[in-house]
């Protein structure tokens, strides 16, 4: 269990704590606050924990500050029943005062410690009928693992936007929630539906629906290699994660072109959807929405339909305009992004055709898309994404250009150019890669800087939001970007010696207007980092401080060129801050809760 939480430290955490059975004493928990290596000195005290089942879990806080008493597992007042809990119980309050009424003492200040008081409360010497008293009386997200010490030989799952999966090893059966956890013990996988329950014991896996009804499910092949969810030799997950770009990139291209055309197996849409469809509404959190706002230069260009980029926890609560000729594309690295899936529902209700771009298979929007395309990215460990955004970005390319030709609004002059130069990218990505030992001096120059401002216009400004976004969340500067002509529009006030400007300009045509605005930030004392292509390096070395370039290619490309120096400088950054890079305070990497 220590092996599997140590695995999932990349989601982020702030507390952590073990329950296991033992035959002659009964549960034992041990939980703190902190790190797992601070567990795992906990139970070496104890000369370990002995047992055949048991439950293991990290917290980020969310009702009640990190702590002991706040760490999962939540044992039951009599000691019998141990839970753990991602996800938020949205009544938590409401039952906590009717369990005090009935005179329970609660321990901790959690949601989650409810479900074990409660599951106490129903318990008649069946823990799945208890089970489903309790499912059906919360209301909220939750990933439940369950071991009740009257049956020892048997774990209790459920979930409801929130992921489980269940794996099937040699003489085991486990459950966690990322296959990362388990990739050591098992290649052999399931994943619980919202509603489900399962019940695992050392050789079988039961699951039923929120009636107790047995539901057959489909066990998948996880087919990437351990390794590739270790280091590898470079000192930050984030660092690895970077130089795979070529690589990842080019996984989600190669399969994709074939005999000179993108060909989208995995896409089949009803006759004639995509020539009647009024609107693409890109559905997205974080990094996603990033690539979401290229995706709106590049999908109106070449598809010549209006794109619309929503932030998916606003999206549910605009009343969003939604019509069966609508296609909602949505974006997300884990599939399990909690306002993503339920604005996802939301356009899905609504009568939108639903497309995701998805890196992790058979995850819950994966399953409950119209149609999914797959990156091929492998696992992120680090919180902060790097490969998945330049994945998610490739598969907008391809998407451009497989709608394009269908809908006949590319010319098969610029639509082949398009896709040559396409196919050059992960080519040109390790070029750019080369050169980090560039951007890593620039960082070491620049690190000091207490305020940073990107600007940038067209696909330069949507690059100038993911990275001032990873300059942020791992270095704790602060950080903006904004689109350059807003300058004059109240940011320009900010702007005073010693501020740094990441001046992004790799648009061709309007270079020279992003240069009028580098003027105006220098003439008011600002440091300059400017990036460019490499025919315009000496005309933007005339006026920025520093200079960064990427090779040319066709300008809608250009963001996966431009993002990787801002991934670069960015990680350079916080190493030279001594930041917790891999795992950032407060972030987690699966936004699973509201």
């Known amino acids: 269990m220590l092996d599997g939480l ?9 507390s952590a ?19 797992v290596d601070a567990l795992a000195r906990q139970v070496e005290g104890r000369g370990g924990l002995a047992g055949d089942i048991g439950l293991g879990h990290t917290r980020w806080a969310t009702h009640g500050a990190p702590s002991q008493q706040n760490s999962h597992p939540h044992v039951s007042e009599n000691g019998r029943i141990a839970v753990v809990h991602n996800g938020i119980i949205e009544n ?46 919360i209301q909220g997200a939750y990933a439940l693992g369950i071991l009740c010490a009257d049956c020892p030989d048997r774990l209790i799952a459920a979930r409801k936007d929130s992921p489980l999966v269940l794996g099937f090893g ?12 388990l990739i050591r013990y098992t290649r052999d996988v399931c994943y619980l539906d919202d509603g489900e329950i399962a019940e695992l014991t050392a050789d079988h896996v039961w699951v039923y629906d929120a009636y107790l009804r047995p539901v057959e499910k489909e066990r ?3 087919d990437w290699d351990i390794s590739a969810a270790e280091k590898g030799g470079y000192e930050h997950f984030m660092l690895k994660e970077i130089m795979e770009q070529p690589k990842a990139v080019r996984d989600t291209l190669s399969p994709r072109i074939q005999d000179g055309r993108v060909v989208l197996d995995e896409v089949s849409f009803p006759k004639n959807f995509l020539a009647e469809m009024d609107r693409i509404a890109v559905i997205a959190c974080g990094s996603s929405y990033h690539v979401g706002m290229a995706a709106k230069y ?6 010549r339909k209006p794109v619309e980029v929503a932030l998916a926890s606003e999206f549910r609560y605009c009343d969003p305009i939604v019509t069966p000729r609508t296609l909602a594309l949505v974006i997300s690295q884990s599939g399990e992004t909690i306002d993503t899936l339920a604005a996802m529902r939301e356009a899905k209700r609504l009568g939108a055709k639903v497309l995701s771009i998805v890196n992790v298979v058979g995850s819950t929007i994966a399953r409950e898309s119209h149609q999914v395309l797959y990156t091929w990215a492998g696992p992120e460990i680090a919180v902060a994404t790097t490969k998945a955004y330049s994945t998610q970005l490739a598969m907008i390319y391809l998407i451009g250009l497989c709608f394009g030709e269908v809908l006949g609004t590319l010319p098969p002059g610029e639509y082949a150019g398009l896709l040559a130069a396409l196919q050059r990218l992960p080519d040109q990505l390790e070029e750019v890669l080369s050169c980090r030992e560039r951007i890593q001096y620039l960082a070491s120059v620049c690190f000091n800087h207490p305020s940073v401002f990107f600007i940038g216009r067209h696909l330069d400004y949507a690059v100038g939001l993911e990275g001032s976004l990873k300059l942020k969340e791992i270095s704790y500067l602060h950080s903006e970007a904004y689109a350059a002509g807003e ?6 006030s900010l702007i005073e010696p010693g501020t740094l400007v990441v001046a992004l300009a790799t ?44 090779p040319e290619t066709h300008p809608l490309l250009l963001p996966s060129l431009d993002v990787v120096p801002m991934q670069l400088f960015a990680y350079y950054v916080a190493l030279m801050h001594g930041c917790d890079i891999d795992k950032p305070r407060n972030l987690a990497k699966s936004v699973t809760v509201e």
């Open 92 to 137: 938590y309050a409401e039952i906590r005062g009717f369990l005090q009424s009935t005179g329970v003492r609660f321990a901790s200040e959690t949601d989650s410690e409810v479900v074990a008081q409660l599951l106490e409360y129903y318990y008649n010497g069946s823990i799945l009928e208890a089970v489903t008293k309790v499912l059906h009386r």
């Open 170 to 181: 040699q003489g085991c059966r486990l459950l966690a929630s990322d296959v990362t956890a």
């Open 220 to 222: 998948r092949r996880v």
């Open 487 to 492: 300058l004059k529009h109240g940011t320009i």
């Open 6 to 14: 140590r695995r999932l430290e990349y989601r982020g955490y702030d």
């Open 507 to 550: 648009c061709r045509p309007l270079f020279e207007k992003t240069m009028s605005n580098v003027v105006e930030v220098k003439s008011r004392g600002a440091d300059v980092l400017g990036l460019t292509t490499a025919p315009l390096e000496a005309a933007m070395g005339q006026t920025a401080t520093y200079t960064l370039t990427v």
């Open 298 to 303: 590049i999908l109106e260009k070449l598809l």
């Open 17 to 35: 704590g073990l329950a296991v059975f033992q035959p002659e004493q009964g549960l034992e928990v041990i939980k703190t606050k902190g790190r």
